[in-house]
């Protein structure tokens, strides 16, 4: 249960910075910033073997932070057609 909670609120705080470095925060709301939080850690886990499924560290919330934006880059790329 303690890991759960853990991981929404790393999530959550990782969403919302990515969101912040891509300029799409007004865009998104609490839940959406979750979601991106966390699909942003599995993406870092598969290219640097790290994220918020380790331990929580500097480094893995960096890598999480990379795979967040990551994320809502190619998110944007498909429904603008352009990276901001």
């Not at 966390?38 to 640097?48: C, D, K, Q, R, W």
């Not at 790290?50 to 480094?59: D, H, L, R, S």
């Amino acid at each position: 249960m303690v890991d759960l909670i853990i991981w929404l609120v790393v999530g959550g705080v990782v969403g919302w910075l990515a969101s912040m470095l891509m300029r799409t925060d007004a865009q998104q709301g609490i839940i959406l910033n979750i979601v991106v939080g966390i699909i942003g850690s599995v993406i870092a886990s598969y290219l640097f073997g790290g994220g918020i499924n380790q331990a929580i560290t500097v480094t893995t919330f960096a890598y999480s932070l990379v795979g967040a934006v990551i994320l809502l880059a190619v998110v944007n790329l498909v429904r603008r057609g352009v990276v901001r």
